[in-house]
Structures are given as C-alpha cells and as structure tokens.
C-alpha cells in the first residue's frame, strides 16, 4: 500500500508540472496545451500569526460566490498553466464548458456529455469517473488553493449530470480556539482524504474506521482510538494494539507509527489551508511506550 501511495503522488506531480509565471488570462482559444499547474512551494503563503487573521482567512466571505468569483477561480488557474484559456489544458480538462458557483466558496464545473473515463490507461482497476473527476478538483486546489482560501470545494460533472465527481477541504467551521473542535475538524479532513483514496478500492464510503479495518485490516491507520489537540496546531494520535503490528505497514523499513504520522500529517495538511495545519502530530500506541512525531517544518530543535 505504501508503494501505491507513492506512485499516486508521483503521478499527481506529474499533472502539476507547468508555469507559474504566465499571461493573464484571455478569453480566445488556443492550440496550446499544458498540464494544470501549481504554484512553487516557495509561494505559498505562511501561517498567520493570530486567530483573527487565521479565521478572516479561513472562512468563504460573501463575495466567495456568484459568477464573477468563479470566473476569477478559473483564470487563476488558466494563469498558473501558462495557457490562454481552458482549452488549453490536456484531455480531459480541456472538455471544460462552463463554471459557476452558487453557494459560498463552492465552484462547479461542467464539462462536455463527450468525457470518456480513463481516456490515457492511467487509472488503477478499482477506479471510476468519479475518481478521475475529483482529481480534477484536486489539481485545480493544488494550483490555486493556497492563494484561495475561501475556496471550500469544486464539482466536476458532466453536462448531464451523469458523471460527477468533488474534492473538498472538509472544512467542519470549528472555532480554531475551541481544541475539542479544532481536533475532530482535522480528523474529519483525514477521513475525507482517505476516501478520496480508498472509496472505490473498498467499495463503499468510509464513514468510521471499522469500515476500513473490514477493508484492509493490516493497515495501522484503521486502528485510530482517539486524536486530540494539547495546544493549537498540534495533534496527538492514539492507536489501539491489533493485527496491525508486525505485519505489512509495520516493518523494520517502517514502522507503522512512522507511517501513520507521516501520511496522516499529508492527508491533513493536503486538506486543509496553510493557516489551518497541523504544526506537529505524535502518534502513540495505547499501552506502549513508543511514539512517533512528524512536524510540518522540519524537526523540532
């Protein structure tokens, strides 16, 4: 499992490659074609120094909706790519027709009826239009979210409606100061982007742990007891003993703590904007003494 996780990233890196430095946007056609790009981490925006800035930030604002803000989530994104429009893009993210958004940090795209699913062989056997879908709405977040944090979540679908697919932050409006609510928020961000994954390879939505355990039940990450927050910006993760241990995520080229704090600090921060990450996460096992820490800016001093 570890290997495919890696290959999916390699192959998402892949679709970001692109300028970030580019023309602005206009509305003609044109017989360029670029993969959607995202920005250089150098980029990015830092985390903010108060609570007041992190919620201002945060939260979709009135004026996260309607036409005019959809269109300017989808010229940023043009932008980023280095093309003139969306016709710019490769198959099938030049197949996009129309946007709109009518609820508050929301964006939804319509592409052509004419989509055909896994159009280049890339997808893995378990994987569906709604898997592929989605991913455009992640790659359109990887290029544009961080400069947009209003933006909570983007549909693709179909002119008919027939195929649909969504990538969200997952966002549960936790007040940030509030710990018990801040750490269930970042466990519900975690549970979406483990069924981004895994919905399909298991068969069903992922709505509590027992349903993943069921699925792939050596996986250490389906034997999480609790996650709490000490302080802001810090999680501790608690796993119960299980079949888990000594077994295919728990080797000695990994040991499945280190693998659950470091995959469970990507999915989390790959979820949530940079002013709502987790700084520090620490994985123990109930009963044991061992722990494993993984920190988003390098280790601690």
């Known amino acids: 499992m570890k290997l495919r996780l890696v290959l999916s990233a390699a192959l998402i890196a892949a679709l970001l490659s692109g300028c970030s430095s580019a023309p602005a946007h206009q509305s003609d056609l044109t017989s360029e074609t670029a993969s959607p790009a995202s920005p250089s981490s150098s980029a990015r925006s830092t985390v903010g120094d108060t609570s007041e800035t992190q919620e201002t930030l945060a939260k979709p604002g009135p004026s996260a909706i309607g036409q005019p803000w959809a269109d300017s989530k989808i010229e940023a994104w043009v932008a980023n790519s280095g093309i003139k429009s969306v016709k710019g893009f490769l198959?099938?993210?030049?197949?996009?027709?129309?946007?709109?958004?009518?609820?508050?940090?929301?964006?939804?795209?319509?592409?052509?009826n004419s989509y055909k699913f896994n159009q280049d062989g890339s997808a893995q056997r378990y994987e569906t239009a709604t898997d592929e879908l989605r991913t455009m709405g992640l790659i359109m977040f990887e290029s544009i979210g961080e400069d947009s944090p209003e933006l909570e979540k983007v549909t693709v679908q179909t002119a008919n409606g027939s195929r649909t697919g969504s990538y969200?932050?997952?966002?549960?409006?936790?007040?940030?100061?509030?710990?018990?609510?801040?750490?269930?928020?970042?466990?519900?961000?975690?549970?979406?982007?483990?069924?981004?994954?895994?919905?399909?390879?298991?068969?069903?939505?992922i709505k509590k742990l027992s349903d993943y355990r069921?699925?792939?039940?050596?996986?250490?990450?389906?034997?999480?007891?609790?996650?709490?927050?000490?302080?802001?910006?810090?999680?501790?993760?608690?796993?119960?003993?299980?079949?888990?241990?000594?077994?295919?995520?728990d080797t000695p080229t990994m040991s499945g703590i280190d693998f659950v704090s470091s995959n469970m600090s990507l999915k989390i921060n790959g979820k949530a904007h940079s002013t709502e990450g987790v700084d520090k996460l620490t994985v123990l096992v109930v009963g044991e003494d061992d722990s494993s820490v993984e920190t988003r800016f390098g280790p601690e001093e």
């Open 91 to 112: 198959y099938p993210y030049n197949l996009i027709d129309s946007w709109e958004s009518t609820e508050a940090g929301h964006l939804r795209i319509t592409i052509a």
């Open 168 to 205: 969200s932050r997952a966002r549960t409006g936790a007040d940030p100061s509030d710990l018990d609510a801040w750490a269930n928020e970042k466990y519900v961000q975690w549970l979406d982007a483990m069924n981004d994954t895994y919905e399909s390879l298991c068969g069903k939505r």
């Open 214 to 249: 069921s699925c792939i039940p050596t996986d250490p990450h389906a034997y999480v007891e609790s996650v709490s927050a000490p302080a802001r910006g810090e999680l501790v993760v608690k796993l119960v003993p299980g079949i888990w241990q000594n077994n295919t995520y």
